[in-house]
């Protein structure tokens, strides 16, 4: 509820493509939450729908406002932001066309405004029960679970890169006064993370809401899945031409620090020979469900490997055409051979100091997770009252928060500091990082508990 009693006006935003039958199921799930109905809009946008979703909504007797647009393939930004336009509520609730909203959605989104007017409200989204165990389904459930597991840690402070606009809500003013989603992104991917960037650079805060759950129908195929791979190189390579300055917290500037001959072998076939490397693609794939039914897993997964990271490359050439297209686009950043040895961190540049700090901030809350037996997630370098301790002086570490803004989640402590920080800052910081808190100075380093 808003600060003075009164339930605020709530609009519901789904971008939909081609999934009635789901869609309806949405739609009555929504008409049958504990909501004021007479403060509650729905607004379907019709993404070049081809299976009768307009009729099926014609059918319907809503109990709530309901209105929906037809529009040509436009992508998801474009579709969402005709629905921001449509719009009347005081808070905008983004929902995609495949999470159904459990009992309490609303009202829990609706709750977590309450405190203050300038937050951005991430819900929660778990994959559905009564989805198809397979490997490509088990795989993309595990991750998607690690991921709300790192939202919902203790300590720790959301960022842009955690946004997903499947489920999460923010005062439709705030959208209007950034502009909404960059149309830019036209296919899939980024456009929630580069949104969420320019929120928090207007100012706004991010929560995690849990109790605003939502069950995620997810039906992707492995095929499409791939797809969205090589569509997300693309936002990656839009994104990194509007922020270049955060070029290295993508993953692209982590594939072209790979010397492997497997690795280098994929990114060749890439850009050089792209037909080979399709034919060949297309070939492991028709493989990959007698291996899961063999339950050959082991080889299912290095294939998997295989091919996303080969259809990753393949939406950079998409975009960037050439390897030496590849290496204008890098820059500076542009490594032909990396060195394995980790350069220890002395100085830092400060182009936002508030930002540095709440990234030290987070190494220094997730050195207590730890101490406190939190569960380790991957490696990252730690912050000690000594100055920086890498993987081989701890053993490991939990992922820290995702700096606010500054990076994209998952991105490796040592790579950040070593190499990320001095492209983002003014004032130059010298000698050692500033003391530990006076928490995190009692946590010694033989106190720490691994399950």
């Known amino acids: 509820m808003s600060q003075n009693g009164h339930k605020p006006f709530l609009s519901v935003v789904i971008p939909t493509h081609n999934r009635r039958d789901v869609l309806i199921r949405i739609l009555e799930a929504l008409f049958s939450q504990d909501y004021p109905q007479e403060r509650l809009q729905v607004v379907v946008v019709l993404d070049d729908c081809t299976d009768d979703t307009e009729l099926a909504l014609n059918a319907l007797n809503p109990p709530v406002s309901l209105e929906y647009l037809c529009l040509p393939k436009v992508g998801q930004a474009a579709a969402r932001n005709k629905g921001i336009r449509q719009s009347v509520g005081d808070l905008i609730v983004f929902l995609d066309d495949d999470v159904e909203p459990a009992p309490g959605f609303l009202r829990a989104h609706a709750s977590a405004h309450s405190p203050a007017d300038n937050l951005v409200v991430q819900g929660y989204y778990p994959f559905s029960r009564q989805l198809k165990r397979h490997l490509h389904m088990l795989s993309a459930s595990r991750w998607w679970e690690r991921h709300f597991e790192r939202l919902g840690q203790p300590g720790r402070k959301l960022?842009?890169?955690?946004?997903?606009?499947?489920?999460?809500?923010?005062?439709?003013?705030?959208?209007?006064?950034?502009?909404?989603?960059?149309?830019?992104?036209?296919?899939?991917?980024?456009?929630?993370?580069?949104?969420?960037?320019?929120?928090?650079?207007?100012?706004?805060?991010?929560?995690?809401?849990?109790?605003?759950?939502?069950?995620?129908?997810y039906a992707t195929p492995l095929s499409k899945s791939l797809m969205r791979t090589r569509e997300e190189a693309r936002a990656d390579v839009t994104y990194g031409r509007k922020y270049p300055h955060l070029k290295r917290s993508f993953r692209l500037f982590t594939l072209t620090q790979e010397r492997s001959i497997s690795r280098t072998l994929i990114r060749a076939l890439a850009f050089q020979f792209p037909k080979l490397g399709d034919r060949i693609a297309s070939r492991l794939l028709k493989l990959m469900y007698p291996l899961e039914r063999l339950g050959l897993r082991g080889t299912w997964t290095r294939i998997n490997w295989t091919l996303r990271r080969y259809y990753y490359w393949r939406g950079i050439t998409d975009s960037l055409g050439s390897y030496r297209a590849l290496k204008e686009y890098l820059g500076n950043d542009w490594v032909k051979h990396p060195a394995k040895t980790r350069t220890r961190v002395t100085g830092i540049d400060l182009q936002n100091e508030a930002a540095v700090i709440e990234g030290l901030e987070g190494y220094e809350a997730a050195y207590i997770l730890v101490k406190n037996g939190a569960r380790p997630l991957s490696w990252l370098w730690m912050r000690s009252a000594d100055g920086w301790l890498g993987p081989s002086q701890i053993k490991e570490a939990i992922e820290a928060q995702a700096w606010a803004g500054v990076t994209r989640g998952g991105v490796e402590g040592v790579r950040l500091m070593r190499a990320f920080l001095p492209s983002i800052i003014p004032v130059q910081i010298s000698g050692r990082p500033r003391p530990l808190s006076e928490q995190a100075q009692k946590v010694e380093l033989n106190e720490l508990s691994w399950r």
């Open 159 to 217: 960022g842009p890169c955690d946004l997903c606009t499947g489920n999460l809500s923010v005062r439709r003013e705030h959208l209007m006064a950034v502009g909404g989603f960059d149309e830019a992104f036209g296919g899939y991917g980024n456009e929630d993370y580069e949104l969420g960037w320019r929120l928090s650079i207007h100012g706004l805060e991010f929560r995690f809401c849990r109790e605003a759950l939502g069950w995620h129908h």
